[in-house]
């Protein structure tokens, strides 16, 4: 039903009442997770509306296609690459979109096939790691094709990327380093606090991977205002309870008041 809802008025104005209403139910019950929630909201409002004009937006993890939505609703002159593992989740991303370029594979460092496994009861959670033992009868495992970012992507005007995969977002972003250095897009990236899950991701590999590639990692309500990005401990620090977000933007270096500048005018902020 949600996925139906995508895109119409109706839909749009029943998740606008969602996300004011949870902001509302964590206030009242949760206090300490408003914060959170609030980045959270904010850092899709930035990245479905932050790349510019007649360039290329990635999803990667694409899901049911709501921050796809979000794009074409905002952006109608930006292509749109969606790339979704779970292939009725695919099928149903490209009956809703017909214009956008849909990929049916998981993403990482290099090309083949590997378990997926599908959680049954809340189908966003679905990823490349192994779950844990307590959540095996909701999971499903699956075999699917891998592929390189690189691979996939052969544009050469991507501005910003948003990457939800469930602990797997390195992999994605070392398959993806040749499209990182040829297009400096926006990065937007998920990092929760979930332990070892087989991959061998680390939060602090994944903050190398991007200092190294000439990326600032910011939370989303510093974007829009002067700040050189997270150092690493902050990085890792933010990462506890109660988390400062869940959604980190990663900005090339030599982009970065340019990109503050795209943020102000979406937030309509000033410093």
Do not use: W
Not at 223 to 242: C, K, M, N, Q, W
């Amino acid at each position: 039903m949600k996925q139906a809802l995508l895109g119409g008025p109706f839909g749009r104005g029943a998740m606008f009442l969602r996300d004011k209403y949870l902001i509302l139910r964590e206030a009242c019950f949760s206090p300490e997770s408003v914060g959170t929630l609030a980045s959270d909201q904010m850092a899709t409002r930035l990245i479905t509306r932050i790349g510019r004009p007649h360039t290329t937006f990635v999803d990667v993890g694409a899901h049911i296609g709501s921050i796809v939505s979000e794009v074409i609703r905002n952006q109608a002159a930006v292509r749109v690459v969606a790339i979704e593992a779970i292939p009725d989740k695919v099928e149903r991303l490209r009956r809703k979109f017909p214009s956008v370029e849909c990929h049916g594979c998981a993403v990482g460092e290099s090309t083949g096939e590997a378990a997926f496994f599908v959680h049954s009861q809340h189908s966003g959670y679905s990823s490349l790691g192994r779950p844990g033992d307590h959540a095996e009868k909701s999971i499903t495992e699956i075999r699917v094709p891998v592929r390189r970012l690189d691979d996939l992507v052969t544009s050469t005007d991507v501005d910003a990327i948003k990457i939800d995969v469930e602990g797997a977002e390195l992999g994605v972003l070392r398959g993806g380093v040749g499209l990182l250095k040829k297009c400096r897009p926006t990065v937007m990236f998920e990092s929760g606090p979930q332990g070892d899950d087989g991959l061998g991701y680390t939060k602090e590999a994944l903050y190398d991977f991007l200092g190294a590639n000439g990326y600032s990692v910011l939370v989303p309500n510093r974007v829009a205002h002067d700040d050189d990005g997270l150092t690493s401990s902050g990085f890792i620090e933010s990462h506890r309870y109660p988390r400062r977000t869940t959604n980190y933007f990663a900005i090339p270096v030599e982009r970065r008041i340019e990109v503050r500048d795209r943020a102000r005018n979406i937030l309509k902020v000033g410093r």
